[in-house]
């Protein structure tokens, strides 16, 4: 089955390779993939390696972005309260005192002493 992303993946390199009038095996030498890999994206096969891809939606001039979704879905997750540590997993903050440095220690001066 395909999904919307892998349909719309599918039009968009079969669109663009068409108008460069680019062969499937021309399109596959020029991104240094094999034929079958641009067989496999324009039929919108469900799963592809990414760096392979990438270099193929590169040598068409194309960018794959990433966006937040607005399905009610995302927006569910989003209302989700965020998933937390109890405070025993978390290692103790320093006091004021430990986490300032010494008197007279600044990195500044650290270094103008001989």
């Known amino acids: 089955m395909t999904s919307p992303f892998t349909a719309q993946l599918a039009v968009a390199v079969r669109g663009r390779r068409a ?3 680019l062969s499937q095996q021309d399109l ?6 094999s034929e079958r890999f641009v067989r496999f994206v324009e ?3 469900p799963s592809l390696r990414l ?3 990438l270099a193929l939606l590169d040598t068409l001039g194309l960018e794959l972005q ?6 009610a879905a995302a927006r569910a997750l989003a209302t989700q309260p965020l998933v937390t540590r109890p405070p025993s997993a978390f290692p103790p903050s320093p006091s004021p ?9 600044e990195p500044g001066e650290r270094e103008a002493r001989p």
């Open 19 to 21: 108008d460069l009038r």
């Open 43 to 45: 039929q919108g096969k």
């Open 97 to 105: 005192q430990e986490a300032a440095p010494p008197e007279g220690d």
């Open 66 to 71: 990433l966006a937040t979704r607005t399905s």
């Open 28 to 33: 596959a030498d020029m991104a240094g993939v």
């Open 51 to 53: 760096d392979t891809l």
